[in-house]
């Protein structure tokens, strides 16, 4: 079955990094579009990056741009996150995930909306202190 397993998440103060990693399996990694999304106590889910399944193609959220990196490691089937200048209000669960309805397509896609997911993580809790 697909697995997504995030992690990398912890404590941090302000204005710290984290590297945030998702080893995946269970799907043809090097065709799927993979995302990162968040969600903070009582907010929704919201888009965070995503990346094309070799990495032409990559969308941040307009309050990640220019901290966050997304990029990933088709050899080794993983995803990962560069959050540097880390603020509290990026305090949120972090969440990978998958996307191989268009596998079959062999140009770049980067779908930045969670509906057009297939496949999510359990998530990794990120906490950034003031």
């Known amino acids: 079955q697909v697995q997504l397993v995030e992690s990398g998440g912890g404590l941090v103060q302000a204005g710290g990094s984290l590297r945030l990693s998702c080893a995946a399996s269970?799907?043809?990694?090097?065709?799927?579009?993979m995302g990162w999304f968040r969600q903070a106590p009582g907010k929704e889910r919201e888009f965070v990056a995503t990346?094309?399944?070799?990495?032409?193609?990559?969308n941040s959220a307009a309050s990640v741009k220019g901290r966050f990196t997304i990029s990933r490691d088709n050899a080794k089937r993983t995803l990962y996150l560069q959050m540097n200048s880390l603020k509290p209000d990026d305090k949120a669960v972090y969440y990978c995930?998958?996307?191989?309805?268009?596998?079959?397509?062999?140009?770049?896609?980067?779908?930045?909306?969670?509906?057009?997911?297939?496949?999510w993580g359990q998530g990794t809790q990120v906490t950034v202190s003031s």
């Open positions: 269970g799907i043809s990694f090097s065709r799927s579009a």
């Open positions: 990346i094309g399944k070799v990495g032409g193609k990559t």
């Open positions: 995930a998958a996307s191989d309805r268009f596998a079959w397509y062999d140009g770049e896609y980067a779908p930045m909306v969670d509906e057009q997911y297939d496949y």
